[in-house]
């Protein structure tokens, strides 16, 4: 059974500056996607990242980056210049191909980042 | 381009009683995917539907089921409430394809008394 782990409950950085998330995951699958999502106070979960376990290329979206080593099955995300709004509860997901199309999301316990001013 | 919504935003009902809760998928999506997220937790997976046939379903007694139209929208019943359903439910929707990025909708908060 694929499992995610997040080791981190909560973390807090200065506005400004760069803060780093923890995940690692668990499965036998090569084939699989990764995500990033983020649930503000307002509770909508938002995508903030994806990666494709088959591309080397670390994803990129704007301030947000992922360190993705696949041997290592650690898939960590990366905030920088952290602003207020970021404020929110970080959930790393992953996702299995079943029969070929999109499995269920497997979400971790979530990170609670706290941006400071 | 409306996001995906759900109804209602949150309801309150008693032990024993059936709720349903409504999720139109973003447009161009054909697949919903549902989802129980207890306080303080991740979400976890009850089904997904696709071309209105539950595809998978995650480790919830049958008192939890469901419908997709054809129009791709879904709605999620749930029987004989128990209080540990309070949660909030969130439905996402996708492109039913490999590559499908799931979106999620704002959730309906339930509470169960």
């Known amino acids: 059974a694929q499992t995610v782990t997040q080791s981190q409950p909560e973390m807090s950085v200065q506005e400004a500056e760069t803060v780093t998330l923890s995940c690692t995951y668990d499965?036998?699958?090569?084939?699989?996607?990764l995500f990033w999502y983020k649930q503000p106070p307002s509770r909508q979960m938002i995508l903030v990242i994806r990666?494709?376990?088959?591309?080397?290329q670390n994803a990129t979206e704007n301030r947000f980056s992922v360190n993705f080593q696949k041997a290592a099955k650690s898939f960590s995300l990366k905030i920088s210049d952290s602003q207020l709004g970021d404020t929110a509860m970080y959930f790393c997901?992953?996702?299995?191909?079943?029969?070929?199309?999109?499995?269920?999301?497997?979400f971790g316990k979530g990170t609670k980042l706290s941006v400071k001013p | 381009d409306a996001g995906v919504t759900q109804s209602p935003t949150h309801l309150i009902k008693t032990r024993g009683q059936q709720v349903t809760l409504r999720c139109s998928p973003k447009?161009?999506?054909?697949?919903v995917s549902w989802y129980q997220q207890a306080l303080g937790q991740g979400p976890q997976f009850i089904f997904q539907?696709?071309?209105?046939?539950?595809?998978q379903r995650g480790n919830f007694p049958d008192r939890f089921s469901g419908h997709q139209f054809p129009n791709y929208s879904s709605e999620l019943n749930v029987n004989a409430l128990l209080l540990g359903d309070s949660a909030l439910y969130l439905c996402?929707?996708?492109?039913?394809?490999?590559?499908?990025?799931?979106?999620f909708g704002p959730g309906t908060r339930l509470t169960v008394l």
């Open positions: 996402a929707s996708s492109w039913g394809g490999a590559s499908g990025t799931q979106y």
């Open positions: 499965t036998s699958e090569n084939n699989y996607y």
């Open positions: 990666q494709e376990a088959y591309k080397q």
């Open positions: 997901a992953f996702m299995f191909l079943w029969r070929g199309s999109q499995g269920n999301l497997i």
């Open positions: 447009s161009g999506h054909d697949t």
């Open positions: 539907y696709y071309e209105e046939e539950e595809r």
